[in-house]
């Protein structure tokens, strides 16, 4: 039936997300969820949210929302743009922000939604190498013609750059969009929001399905200058007016609003990040430095035998088959429990 399709969905090259096993009793260390639940008064916020009002559309311009997010990085609600995940934030600001004809640029081993969304809306891109020690080499960003995007901390590999760092890609590409991708900042690095009053070219995008446990909502948000995120709502707009639904919106600004609930589970994410990396790193396998929620490790095996391994033991991690990081696998954060239960698992299949 693809005589049916479009160019573009014929030429599409989708994401592939992690596997998401229908069973329940796995140990889910693949996809950077976290571990433990959003919290009690974020849950009762939106099991209140369902009631009546449901019939209605929630609003087109969350302001509230907006508020809230302003007054937690003291910046004005015309710097905030929210969206359905970050993923659909990143979707509006390629469509914003980068040209057909003028390639943008990326690190190499990045985020691989980058190349999808630059594949579905024609925008030309040049991957650039990473340091050998997988850290970003910063002079590779500068003179774009299109616009930069990259994740701090970068995934899968958890390393951030500083804030210096950031600044001279911005003023090296003054005249083109820079986005820094936050999703995972939250668990250990600096954050360049203080940045975006400085640089009306800097894009900053944040999540709440790493930190704040709500994956499963999908909200993202969006700070800048106040031109970029009037264009973010220029093509929302041109999309869908009402993309965040009256739950999530209950959710997420409940979650605001419990910040010491938040603070303490990431606390214990980024405990429990640390001596996994020491465990591991006593089985001689080679852990980056982490700032973020997962690990990105090379195991003294087989990389994917690794995987295989873990997965028929109902641990799942993540293996990317792509050129220079096969030899990796990346393990989410877990709890302790979970995690000594992964450092178990590894140490018998050694021992096989
Ligand atoms: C670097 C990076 N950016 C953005 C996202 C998307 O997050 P979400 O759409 O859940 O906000 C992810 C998800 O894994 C990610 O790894």
């Known amino acids: 039936m693809s005589q049916f399709w479009s160019k573009k969905a014929k030429e599409a090259k989708p994401y ?35 009631n009546s009002d449901l019939r209605r559309y929630p609003s087109p311009t969350v302001t509230e929302l907006k508020n809230i997010i302003a007054a937690r990085e003291k910046v004005a609600p015309s ?40 594949n579905l809306y024609d925008i030309p891109f040049q991957k650039v190498p990473l340091n050998t020690d997988f850290s970003i080499d910063v002079e590779n960003l500068y003179d774009s013609v299109g616009g930069v995007i990259f994740p701090n901390p ?9 804030l210096g760092a950031i600044e001279r890609i911005l003023q090296q590409n003054t005249n083109q969009v ?88 990431i606390n214990q994410v980024k405990q429990t990040r640390e001596w996994t990396s020491e465990a591991l790193r006593s089985l001689n396998f080679e852990v980056i430095d982490s700032t973020a929620n997962f690990l990105f490790v090379k195991p003294n095996m087989n990389a994917k035998f690794l995987y295989e391994s873990l997965k028929e033991r109902g641990i ?17 954060i877990g709890t302790d429990a979970e995690m000594e239960q992964l450092v178990e698992q590894i140490k018998r299949i050694i021992s096989s």
């Open 154 to 162: 970068n995934a899968p590999t958890g390393l951030a750059l500083r």
């Open 79 to 118: 710097n905030v743009f929210v969206g359905n995940g970050s993923d659909e934030v990143l979707a509006f600001a390629f469509q914003a922000f980068f040209e057909p004809n003028k390639p943008i640029k990326f690190p190499e081993t990045t985020y691989s939604f980058y190349p999808v969304y630059a």
């Open 316 to 332: 799942y991690v993540r293996y990317f088959n792509e050129s220079k990081i096969d030899g990796y696998i990346r393990i989410s």
């Open 178 to 265: 820079v986005i820094v991708d936050e999703a995972y900042v939250e668990f250990g690095a600096e954050t360049a929001v203080k940045l975006t009053e400085l640089y009306p070219n800097l894009l900053v995008t944040r999540t709440l399905s790493k930190s704040h446990a709500l994956a499963g909502i999908r909200l993202g948000y969006a700070i800048g200058n106040e031109v970029l995120i009037e264009g973010l709502e220029r093509i929302k707009n041109s999309f869908n007016s009402y993309t965040i639904n009256r739950v999530s919106l209950a959710g997420a600004e409940a979650a605001f609003k419990d910040e010491v609930y938040y603070s303490t589970t």
């Open 16 to 50: 592939v997300p992690g596997e998401q096993p229908a069973e329940t009793d796995v140990i889910k260390l693949n996809t950077n969820e976290n571990p433990y639940p959003p919290s009690p008064m974020t849950l009762e916020a939106m099991h209140r949210a369902i």
